[in-house]
């Protein structure tokens, strides 16, 4: 799936979609071809990105000098303790950071360009509506086992009966629709699923199921996989899960075993060290001997870690502005969009809230910006939704590109509190004494919920109360702890407003997260967004509005492609547009750290920053290499 | 013997009901572990969608029911008679050996700080009821009052400004360096006291005023005693008296408070460890309570209450034993 | 105030109260008022603690009663971080937040909350206690073995952890009342058993017999001849816990483990220390030392109120040659004596 951050790119990858628009073949034909491993250059994407010239640069020469790095050790930072890790992908608990080095994944994607590039899984070939997916050649464990198609197959075959989200695409149960073809490849049946989504749900995943271990402490997954296919009953796949789930891959005896260029050495309680592994396909992009990553259970810590020089980088922290001034020279500070940004969620059942003109009234009423400013901590990382439908990547342009000419007719919003108060009269409330009324003359109050674990989420929430108080709403903010919002609140709709991303994180196809806001389980029982919302027809915001379904567009989306796609995307966004299942207020751009004293990293700017998390790529691509004395 | 009997049966009593009420309220605790896990996953920008996120979390949430509370009561109190605490859901531990981790930590801190604050306390405390009316008395008494208007955190986040971060004397968290093995020899000792500075430092900045005060009080009662003008007039030395008389009769009130206050300290530590991310129990708690790990929470709560029941009840039986002229347990149980 | 020896005290009120059975109603009351009110306040006074005292805690009940109504709301609108005045403008006095908000508004807006947390916690406090602890000591036997056991448990049990959980489990939202409720969930339990000590002292004394003789009922006895002998004492513990309540609120507020729906001061001490790093960045630090300041100030001003309190109204202080600890009262009693304040505010 294309990704863009400038408006130069971002048109070079508009124009290849409307090329793609010509039919499915074409998707195909493209991603096939660029599914040629870390060694394809792409024939159409511009002269300054990608990995090939990277190699030809600095850096290549770099690493052939002579010398050892000034500093041999790249630090970064992890959440849980490196004492207590697992690295047991399905059992979330504590499966810390170092796994980014310690697995690769399926394959690379350059925001800008938009292109997939093969990695754990080197080649990849569309035929029809199955794809069959190959593990790249002298992958091995670090047992010095190579990596197989059994391997690939565990991964994804687990990840879907845990929940993954592709088991929605397939075409028959998971056993049948995933079958190995030969030892190193895999083909998977989908339904008639659009590449795009297809590949955006691939593309993330990693290799971190053996199917066997030999020589490890621990068995391998295959065991699961095999349990999963005797299972009849969904109590006998609920045991599996549970036992899958609740497994761990270390103990003070056994080590986890990675696939990825390097290896777990040890962990205490400070931190996890992990050592060059040397049999990786790219360990020559590597010219320093050891990763570590430092335990720092809170942003505070990170921050002051990177102010100090003790971590080397972060792939994405959100660090405010009182605190960047403090970092010295030699760290830079680059943007990443990461399509993820927080929406006031109205709880549809909600007397007032239920009402489609009482949403648009607090839209109105609101001022997207000053969220988005306060959100963000004084940084700018956090963009105000200028025109509320479902896309992400504004700052790119892509509102503008999906909507084109129509994009004037979509409602903006814009901070009106006249507007509003007009909604709310018509929606049949009065004001008196600075207060909306209902007819029965009570006031309205609500509370809005969030979690106070999600501080950024908590600045932009007591911007909202207070513009929403203004405006003469008895506005409420109940700040909660996470297992209590998340836990209670959110999940049985105990909340009148709540917080939550309008996005579905990390993707840029539309799709996403307009099927998040109109469709998901989240959406249709938390939110309680019922099956049809009443909106105007499409482009007459002032025309009675009709009952509207969005379930089969959402369908025919997932499976269409180009003008088509485009007509679906506009009209799900004027849907969402007009009707509000969630309010967009704000869209992150991550904060990605790199240090320049002991490293050569590319420049902040640079395209080679745009990639989901580069601290994990940069190196990989021999763009993130250690100074040499 | 009756008066120990009858205590120690309490004792057990309390420990018991408080294991009982505890269990019953964490059950009432709204969202479970996965739950806890939704939050978490989400604060760490995982790389998988929101949607895909909560779909894994349902999958999880919907397995394994639980069985009715009472076989899980049952089941619980079982396990504890036999020493076993149940295992952590987030860690792959027993929570005795999650607990045994922590427990020493907090008693390092706890312990040194109450004794640091307990001896210049009473040291500060005899020597101004000695200088009673001096400008000393007065501007220490002044200065007692002040401290003891300020919480120990304000001290303790004060000190992680300015001695921490400003000045970069001291660490403003964690247990010992990472460079050092933990285990008898100076660089660790020499590293744990280093960490443990600033917590204990807090404490007794604002905790010492607070004992001095109270041995200020008891002295000058106790010098205003006839006997000690009959142990003047009989010719006893000052020093004698000070430390046989004076001395000894005021320390005996502040003894209970003493014990009394070992047990408390293990309550406070949740605020004071997670001030200083402190590995401790209390941040221990105060952790498995935001994960919903509800079997190191039992265990933590339970440790700090035994500790509690503990200090009181030695409190209770040494009282007698050391302050002759309090009445025996026996009459106490008047009531 | 190690345990007071009623002895003294007792004799002085016996005759008072005594005489008082032959005065009307409404001059009893006006003696009463004059006696436990007036008169203490008239005493207090000439003390300069507290004076200090009571002027800190009358600007903080200013600030919480009629502050609201002066400073406007904080809005997320100004500049961020503005510095505090010299260094800033006078528009925002102790500067902003990293939201915009003026901190001084944030500060008055916060302090109603502190004020309703303090309260209900140290009224639930000693209303509790005083219930529990002289109806025990006046009773005696099975009702009193059953309070006094039901006090040892809650004293065991440790508060902190205990609030943190039933912050967590019970639907409080965040209601300050309940919350203060919530703090002093154990505290009672300590004033209740020296508060049943000394109901069992004057039990015995003549004029409760006396009332006792003539079939007085029992609330009428606890509460005309019992409870306001204890008042002074009592009236203490409620601004020791007052001070716990402010210590503790702020405490777990700071930490982020208590719900909330309005600003108060330890939620201005997280969000400075949470969202802008303040103990490690001096742009940000007076958007926690402001409200760090007026804890230690409100606690101060509670402080000097419980120390005079105690020097003027503690005949053992004013005796100062009285004996102390009586066997009677027990150990678990010391709880109540003047370092608790300090082991209070740790547990």
């Known amino acids: 799936m294309p990704d863009g951050n400038t408006d130069a790119t971002e048109m070079n990858w508009m124009t290849r979609r409307r090329l793609l628009g010509a039919g499915g073949a074409a998707a195909v034909g493209m991603l096939a071809g660029c599914g040629g491993g870390d060694t394809t250059t792409q024939e159409d994407s511009g002269p300054t990105e990608t990995e090939g010239e990277g190699a030809d640069t600095g850096d290549e020469t770099e690493t052939t000098e002579q010398g050892d790095p000034i500093d041999p050790t790249l630090s970064f930072a992890q959440w849980p303790n490196p004492n207590s890790s697992n690295y047991n992908p399905y059992n979330t608990k504590n499966f810390p950071k170092p796994r980014r080095f310690m697995f690769d994944r399926f394959m690379y994607f350059n925001l800008t360009s938009g292109e997939y590039e093969g990695y754990a899984i080197s080649d990849w070939e569309w035929d029809g509506n199955s794809i069959s997916l190959t593990v790249r050649d002298g992958l091995t464990w670090q047992t010095g086992q190579s990596v197989t198609a059994d391997d690939l197959l565990a991964q994804l075959e687990l990840d879907m009966y845990t929940g993954g989200t592709l088991k929605n695409y397939l075409n028959g149960d998971i056993q049948e629709s995933v079958q190995k073809i030969d030892d190193t490849t895999v083909e998977l049946q989908l339904s008639d699923v659009n590449t795009s989504i297809a590949m955006g749900l691939l593309q993330p995943k990693h290799i971190y199921t053996p199917y066997t271990l030999d020589g490890a402490s621990y068995e391998g997954f295959g065991r699961f996989v095999e349990r999963y296919h005797d299972a009849t009953t969904e109590d006998e796949r609920s045991a599996v899960t549970n036992e899958l789930t609740s497994k761990w891959t270390i103990t003070p005896d056994d080590e986890p075993i990675g696939a990825g260029p390097f290896q777990f050495e040890d962990a205490d309680s400070q931190r996890t060290l992990l050592t060059k592994y040397e049999d990786h396909p790219d360990a020559d992009q590597f010219n320093f001997p050891e990763v570590e990553y430092r335990y720092s259970p809170s942003n505070q810590k990170r921050w002051q870690m990177l102010q100090n020089g003790v971590t080397d980088g972060y792939d994405t922290l959100f660090m405010p502005e009182n605190q960047l001034q403090k970092l010295p020279d030699n760290v830079e500070v680059g943007t990443i969009p990461r399509h993820y940004g927080m929406g006031l969620i109205p709880n549809w059942e909600n007397k007032h809230l239920g009402k489609r003109k009482v949403r648009q009234a607090f839209a109105y009423a609101i001022n997207r910006q000053l969220v988005a400013r306060n959100s963000g901590g004084g940084t700018g990382t956090k963009v105000g939704v200028n025109v509320p439908s479902g896309i992400t990547s504004q700052l790119a342009g892509d509102v503008k590109e999906w909507l084109g000419d129509d994009y004037s007719t979509f409602e903006k919003y814009s901070h009106d509190l006249e507007k509003a108060a007009q909604l709310m009269e018509e929606a049949g409330y009065s004001k008196s004494d600075g207060t909306w009324r209902d007819s029965d003359g009570n006031k309205i109050s609500m509370d809005l919920k969030v979690t106070s674990s999600f501080s950024d989420w908590v600045s932009a929430d007591q911007t909202i109360v207070a513009q929403l108080q203004n405006f003469g709403i008895d506005a409420n903010l109940l700040t909660e702890s996470s297992s209590t919002y998340w836990g209670k609140s959110y999940v049985n709709s105990d909340f009148d407003m709540a917080s939550q991303s309008w996005t579905d994180y990390g993707r840029r196809y539309p799709f996403f997260h307009q099927s998040w806001m109109l469709n998901s389980n989240d959406a249709t029982s938390y939110w309680n967004v019922p099956e049809t919302v009443m909106v105007p027809p499409y482009g007459q915001p002032d025309a009675e509005p009709q009952e509207v379904n969005p379930l089969p567009k959402l369908q025919k989306l997932s499976s269409a492609s180009g003008d088509q796609a485009q007509q679906l995307v506009k009209e799900l966004a004027w849907t969402i547009n007009q009707s509000l299942p969630a309010i967009p207020m704000m869209e992150k751009q991550a904060q990605t750290f790199l240090t320049t004293d002991d490293w050569n990293v590319p420049a902040k700017d640079s395209d080679k920053l745009q990639t989901y998390w580069p601290n994990e790529w940069l190196p990989r691509r021999g763009d993130w290499t250690a100074k040499l004395e | ?335 | 105030m190690l345990n007071v020896s009623r002895t003294d005290v007792d004799s002085e009120y016996a005759f008072e109260v005594t005489a008082e059975e032959t005065l009307s109603r409404r001059d009893r009351i006006r003696h009463r008022v004059d006696q436990f009110l007036l008169a203490p306040a008239r005493i207090l006074w000439t003390d300069w603690r507290a004076r200090i005292g009571l002027v800190i805690i009358g600007l903080f009940l200013f600030l919480s009663l009629i502050g609201p109504s002066l400073v406007e709301r904080p809005e997320p609108l100004g500049p961020l971080l503005a510095p505090p005045w010299p260094w800033g403008t006078l528009e925002y006095p102790l500067g902003t937040t990293y939201l915009g908000q003026s901190i001084l508004s944030q500060l008055v807006h916060g302090a109603p909350n502190m004020l309703k947390m303090i309260l209900s916690g140290a009224l639930f406090t000693v209303i509790v206690a005083t219930v529990i602890g002289t109806t025990a000591g006046y009773k005696g036997g099975t009702v009193d073995g059953v309070l006094m056991t039901i006090s040892d448990i809650a004293m065991t049990i440790p508060g902190l952890p205990l609030v943190i959980i039933l912050a967590a489990s019970l639907p409080i939202a965040g209601n300050p009342y309940l919350i203060g409720i919530l703090l002093s969930i154990n505290a009672w339990a300590g004033l209740a058993r020296s508060l049943r000590s000394q109901v069992l002292t004057l039990r015995e004394s003549e004029y409760v017999e006396a009332s006792r003789i003539m079939d007085i009922s029992l609330t009428r006895i606890l509460g005309i001849d019992i409870i306001p002998n204890l008042m002074p004492y009592i009236a203490m513990n409620f601004v020791q816990q007052a001070r716990w309540v402010i210590f503790n609120s702020v405490a777990l507020y700071f930490l982020g483990v208590l719900p909330y729906s309005s600003t108060n001061w330890g939620v201005m001490m997280n969000s400075a220390y949470q969202k802008a790093g303040a103990v490690t960045s001096l742009e940000a630090f007076h958007w926690l030392a402001v409200p760090m300041f007026a804890v230690v100030l409100v606690a101060l001003g509670l402080t000097l109120l419980a120390q005079s309190a105690d020097r003027l109204f503690n005949p053992r202080v004013r005796a100062r040659h009285a004996e102390t600890v009586t066997g009677e009262n027990g150990p678990e009693d010391e709880e109540e004596s003047e370092p608790t304040t300090s082991v209070g505010a740790v547990s």
């Open chain 2, 1 to 335: 013997m009756n008066y120990v009997l009858k205590r120690t049966g309490r004792a057990v009593f309390t420990v018991w009901a408080v294991i009982t009420l505890t269990f019953g309220l964490i059950r009432l605790l709204p969202g479970g572990p996965m739950q806890a896990l939704r939050g978490y996953l989400m604060q760490q920008n995982p790389s998988i969608t929101t949607s895909e996120l909560q779909a894994r979390i349902e999958a999880l949430t919907a397995i394994s029911p639980d069985e009715p509370i009472w076989v899980q009561y049952g089941n619980y109190l079982w396990g504890l008679l036999h020493g076993d605490l149940g295992q952590s859901v987030w860690l792959n531990k027993p929570v005795s050996t999650v607990l045994a981790e922590r427990a020493p930590w907090t008693l390092f801190i706890m312990t040194t700080g109450l004794f640091l604050m307990f001896v210049i306390g009473i040291g500060l405390g005899a020597f101004m009821a000695y200088r009673e009316g001096s400008n000393f008395d007065v501007a220490t008494t002044g200065i007692g009052i002040l401290l003891q208007s300020v919480p120990f955190y304000v001290v303790g986040l004060v000190l992680i400004a300015f001695v921490g971060y400003q000045w970069e004397l001291l660490p403003t968290g964690g247990h010992y360096a990472s460079s050092v093995t933990p285990g008898l020899n100076l660089p660790f000792v020499f590293s744990s006291i280093k960490h443990a500075t600033l917590p204990v430092g807090s404490l007794v900045l604002t905790g010492f005023g607070g004992w001095a005060l109270n041995m200020r009080g008891n002295s000058i009662r106790i010098l205003g005693e006839d006997y000690l003008r009959v142990a003047r007039l009989r010719g006893l030395s000052e020093g004698r008296i000070a430390l046989r008389y004076v001395g000894r009769n005021a320390l005996l009130p502040m003894y209970t408070l003493l014990l009394i206050s070992i047990g408390y300290m293990f309550g406070g530590s949740v605020i004071l460890e997670e001030i200083f991310a402190y590995p401790g129990l209390g941040r221990k708690l105060i952790q498995s309570i935001g994960r919903r790990d509800f079997p190191v929470m039992m265990g933590a709560f339970l440790l700090i209450t035994i500790a509690v029941v503990i200090g009181v009840f030695i409190a209770d039986l040494t009282y007698g034993l050391i302050d002759p002229r309090a009445s025996g347990g026996a009459e106490r149980e008047s009531y």
